[in-house]
Every structure is written in structure tokens, then in C-alpha cells.
């Protein structure tokens, strides 16, 4: 104790930060940094768990630049991400500035949206599943019959399937962007709508001109967290498509789901690090990307 | 005596602002239309979820009726669910891992915060930037390790195993470091001029202080342990392990399982949140607000 005494007072504040710090330190060295290395160590291996590891360079990478069920699932990735996220942001935009408008039963209405974000996206999955069957048992089929108009395959049809799949994740996901965007429109000083109004200019300019503008850190927050949210889809295809992991024809496989089957049902354990740095990569990249163009000018 | 709410400051309406002062007239029509498509949309959000809890309340003859309400409610289906004994544990499970992550978050992302934020020290900036950039790698890509790591300490199929990943988050941090600005240090010097030590002043002084953050944080790390599902099913193997996520996905897959029990089992994983969320709902959307526009 003796030696601490005779610390200089900044010597001391730095032993205590240090202290602090010194388990969440090991944590992040430990259980993040140390396995990124790790994974990217393994793309470059071949190893099926229980045999040795073998160092094969880039074949994983070459494996993956010739698979086609990767580039199907390529493909899938990108579709979930350039259709959920501009509908879930337009839709979202849409309601939250009309919800803003509303005095009445404003916090009830607000919460009817906002539910089922507070929702487990493994039990929606499923009563998704169940809306989605067939007659008898599907309630949207049924729902068709009653109106007698054609059935519909849902998830047993590769064009259906992949919008099927996603409708539940832009549902689940809306009521938090709804929120985020009526606290940016609240952020909005009130002046700038009354010298809009004093000026006589209508509400489309001042949604251009003064609204949308003003809300650009919200509208950049939301679209790279809903994109990242898309590349990353997994809890809804998974148990949608249980009885057959990707739907027909691997019409809904995700990246993130070839990850989990070459990984724990391959045991691949090289070809799924490979997939894993290139999600990564894709995440960096889309992030990168939407950060500059929105951020510009 | 009736309980009524205080009402807030009211904000002006950017509607209200620009309507032209013309009393009754189409402006109120058009409310009322508004009010209208927006009640039809958010009925339309809640319907999956209205119906899992109806069709939970079904006897099995009676649910592929499309009707909402059921004819005879009964709680028959919990009774089937719960005396199997599986979901209990799992439920059990989820709530002492989810409990438990987010006492760990609140207490190390606020630690790491407070001191990145109060304390000036050589390799600062590094540590902040290093926890920082862990936000950008996927959980996706540390699962492989994270297994092999499981493997080797002998954490598979264990609540250490389910958890270690998640006991520190990067936004965790991040947050509270936003919010530790907003505590005067003339609070922590006074706090040091009264012979308080540095864990005391962190506990004591400025832990009061940051309370709304705090709860933000809780909100979004319970929610996502409570509803967490790749890694517990990579890390779990054997059903008394299972999370309740993990273990609804599974049961869905028995061949024998009806639709009115999945739908129970559903409605089992998810009606706590619902119901937390209903008598907290102010709060919780507050929080939502704070930890979405300060991540």
C-alpha cells in the first residue's frame, strides 16, 4: 500500500483507470479481437473439426468464387437488403410523419406500432409459417378461399418465398424506425415551420425543403442500422423454411444461414470462415458506402 | 379519486402550425381521415400477434376458423405446454441469462464508459477506438471461434457458454460514455475533495446520475439476450439447455406438434416482453429514443 502513497495524484488517477479497465481490456482482447484473427486464420485452412488443420492458402476463396449455390445466396443476400430496407424506410418515413400530426390517441396508435418490435423474431417466424400454409390451415389462404379467390404458394414457390420471408422481418422492424423518425421530427425546432408558414410555402416544399433535410442524421442512422439488420437476416428464414433450411431451390437462403449449415451441419470449418470474412467485408463495404453518400454535401 | 395524466408542454404540431386559421372545415375531415388509415395500420401491425394469442386460446377444432375470437377460450393448450415441463425450463433459462447479461452490461459498459469519459490517461483514445471498431465485426464471423473456444474450456451446453459473448457490448460502452459527459466534473471533484475513492465516486456519484441511460441500456440488452438466437442454438446441445427461442424453434419441428400449440409456445416467449412493455411503454419508448439516436 506504501507504493501507492507514494503515487503522484495523476499517477494514482491513472492506476485506478487501468484498473478499471483491466477486465473489460482482457474481455475485448479475449472474446473479440482475439477470434476475429482467429476466423480469418481459418479461411485460410481446411479442417472438418476433428481432423488435423491443414494450410490450403486461398482455396476456400477459390471454392467460394465457383460455388453457385454461393452466388444464389449472394443474390438473396442483396435482395433482402435493396428491397427491405428502402420499403421499410419509406414506410416507416410515411407513417411516423403522419403519426406526428396526431393529437388523438396519439400514444395508443403509437403503440399499436411500435409491438412488434418488442416481439421474438423465432415466435413471429413461425406464426408467419402458420398464416402462410396452405388451405386448410394457412389463415391467409383460407382467408382467399373465403373470398374465393386462387390460392397462393407462399413458401413453397421460388418467387414467392424470398418476399414472404422478408415481409415478417420489415414488420418486426418498423415500429423502432417509426420511433426514431418521430423523435427526429420532434427535434425540429418549431421555428422554421412558422416562418414556413408566414411565408405561405406548401407542404410539399416544406417537406423537401425544411423536414427532410433537417432530418438527415436520422435518415442515416436508420438506413445503415436497417441494412446491416438485412445483410444479416437469419432467425426468420431459418424457421420458416426448417423442413427444408433456405426454401426450394435455396430461393430464400441468406448468407448468414450458408455460414450456420457449412459450419455446425458440413462441419466445413475453413469454407465457413471464408463466408464469414466475406460477410464482413460486405458489411464494411455497405456501411462505407451509405455513410459517404449520405453524409456528403 | 381517478388518476389522470399530468399533460406535458405541448409542442404545436408542424400540421397545426401550418394550417391557416379557418376553424371547422376540411382540415378536420382530412384529420379525421388520417386518423382513420393510421388506427387501420397499426390494427393491421398487431394482428400476427393478436392472433397467436387467439389461436392459443383454440381448442384444436376450431383453428383454422379464421375467426379472431374464439368461440370457448381455453387455457387448455398453456396447461399441455407447461406440463410438458420443457418450456418452464427454457423459460427459466432465458430469464436468468438474459437477467444476468444485463446486469453484467450495465455494470462493465458503464465502468468502461465513465472511465474513458473522466479519466485522462496514456493509451485512452486507443482503447476507445479498439472497443469502438469492435462494432464493426459481425457476430456472424466470431461464432466459429467462439465454438472452437467453447470446446476447448469445456462452456458448451453451458449458461457461461450462452452468455460470455455477450457480457460487454461496444454500443453499451459507447452509450454510456455519450451520457457520463453530461455529469459537471466539479460533481467529481467535490466527491474527491470529500474523501471519496474513485470506485465511490463511479458507484455513488455519478451511477445516480445516469440513471435514464442506464435503463435505455437495460431495455436493449434484455430484449436482445431474451429474443438472441444463432448463438444459443450453436452453443446449446442438449433441450434442458435450450434458450426459449431455441427451444420454440425445435418444438415447431416436431412432427406430432399442432399449430395451437406452436402458437401457445409462441405466445409463451413472447407475451413477457409484451406485458413488461405495456406497463413500462412511456419509458421503454423513451429509452428506444435515447439509446437509437445516441447509438
Keep these: 500500500m506504501s507504493f501507492y502513497r507514494n503515487l503522484t495524484i495523476r499517477q494514482k488517477r491513472i492506476a485506478w483507470a487501468w484498473t478499471f479497465l483491466a477486465v473489460p481490456v482482457l474481455f475485448y482482447g479475449i472474446i473479440r479481437f482475439y477470434p476475429t484473427g482467429n476466423a480469418i486464420l481459418i479461411s ?40 427491405g ?38 415466435a413471429m417466424a413461425w406464426v408467419w409459417r402458420w398464416f402462410y400454409q396452405g388451405v386448410p390451415i394457412g ?60 411565408d405561405g410555402v406548401g407542404w410539399w416544399t416544406v417537406l423537401t425543403e425544411i423536414t427532410l433535410p433537417l432530418l438527415r442524421p436520422t435518415i442515416v442512422f436508420i438506413v445503415v442500422f436497417s441494412s446491416i439488420g438485412f445483410l444479416r437476416i437469419f432467425d426468420h428464414v431459418f424457421n420458416m423454411t426448417t423442413n427444408n433450411p433456405g426454401g426450394p431451390l435455396n430461393s430464400t437462403k441468406p448468407l448468414v444461414l450458408m455460414i450456420y449449415e457449412t459450419a455446425f451441419t458440413s462441419f466445413d470449418m475453413g469454407y465457413a470462415a471464408a463466408q464469414t470474412v466475406v460477410l464482413f467485408t460486405i458489411l464494411l463495404i455497405v456501411s462505407l458506402i451509405q455513410l459517404r453518400l449520405l453524409r456528403s454535401d | ?26 382540415r378536420d375531415n382530412a384529420q379525421i381521415i388520417r386518423w382513420l388509415i393510421l388506427f387501420a395500420g397499426g390494427i393491421l401491425m ?25 368461440e370457448e377460450p381455453t387455457l387448455e393448450n398453456y396447461t399441455y405446454v407447461l406440463e410438458d415441463g420443457r418450456f418452464y425450463g427454457w423459460f427459466v ?57 467453447s470446446q476447448q474450456f469445456g462452456w458448451l451446453d453451458s449458461y457461461w457458454g450462452i452468455m ?40 455513488e456519484v455519478a451511477m445516480p446520475l445516469v440513471r435514464p441511460a442506464l435503463a435505455a441500456l437495460a431495455i436493449f440488452v434484455f430484449l436482445g439476450n431474451w429474443t438472441a438466437f444463432l448463438w444459443p442454438l450453436i452453443v446449446t446441445n442438449s ?57
Design chain 1, 44 to 83: 485460410f485452412q481446411d479442417w472438418n473439426l476433428l481432423g488435423s488443420r491443414t494450410w490450403t492458402g486461398l482455396d476456400n476463396y477459390a471454392k467460394l468464387w465457383n460455388d453457385p449455390v454461393f452466388w444464389k445466396v449472394f443474390v438473396n443476400t442483396f435482395q433482402y437488403l435493396l428491397i
Design chain 2, 46 to 70: 398487431v394482428m400476427p400477434i393478436a392472433y397467436m394469442i387467439s389461436t392459443s386460446l383454440k381448442w384444436p377444432h376450431e383453428v383454422y376458423n379464421v375467426n379472431l375470437i374464439p
Design chain 1, 139 to 198: 389463415l391467409f389462404n383460407n382467408m382467399l378461399a373465403a373470398m374465393g379467390i386462387a390460392q397462393i404458394e407462399f413458401l413453397n414457390s421460388t418467387t414467392n418465398a424470398l418476399p414472404a420471408v422478408l415481409a415478417p422481418a420489415i414488420w418486426a422492424g418498423l415500429g423502432f424506425q417509426i420511433i426514431i423518425f418521430m423523435a427526429g421530427l420532434r427535434a425540429i425546432p418549431t421555428s422554421y415551420y412558422e416562418a414556413a408558414r408566414i
Design chain 2, 164 to 203: 460470455f459473448p455477450g457480457l460487454m457490448t461496444a454500443f453499451g460502452v459507447f452509450l454510456m460514455k455519450q451520457f457520463f459527459e453530461s455529469v459537471p466534473d466539479d460533481f467529481i471533484e467535490a466527491a474527491r475533495i470529500d474523501g471519496l475513492n474513485e470506485f465511490q465516486i463511479w458507484w
Design chain 2, 1 to 26: 379519486m381517478a388518476v389522470t395524466e399530468v399533460p406535458g408542454p405541448v409542442r404545436p404540431t408542424s400540421e397545426a402550425l401550418l394550417a391557416k386559421p379557418t376553424g371547422r372545415g376540411p
Design chain 2, 239 to 295: 433441450v434442458e439447455m435450450y434458450t426459449l427461442p431455441v427451444g420454440l424453434s425445435g418444438f415447431g419441428d416436431e412432427a406430432d406438434v399442432a399449430w395451437e400449440l406452436i402458437m401457445t409456445g409462441a405466445a409463451i416467449s413472447t407475451i413477457p416482453t409484451l406485458v413488461v412493455f405495456l406497463i413500462f411503454q412511456r419509458f421503454i419508448i423513451r429509452g428506444v429514443v435515447m439509446a437509437g439516436l445516441k447509438g
Design chain 1, 85 to 122: 430496407t428502402p420499403l421499410s424506410l419509406l414506410l416507416s418515413f410515411v407513417i411516423a410523419y403522419h403519426l406526428d400530426k396526431l393529437r388523438f390517441a396519439h400514444s395508443f396508435l403509437r403503440m399499436l406500432y411500435f409491438l412488434p418490435f418488442m416481439t421474438s423474431a423465432v
Design chain 2, 93 to 149: 433459462n432465458s430469464l436468468v441469462i438474459a437477467t444476468l447479461t444485463t446486469v453484467s452490461n450495465l455494470l462493465f459498459d458503464s465502468l468502461v464508459g465513465y472511465t474513458l469519459c473522466k479519466f485522462r490517461f496514456p493509451g485512452r483514445t486507443l482503447v476507445f477506438i479498439a472497443i469502438l471498431s469492435t462494432l464493426m465485426i459481425p457476430t456472424e464471423m466470431l461464432v466459429i471461434p467462439w465454438y472452437l473456444m
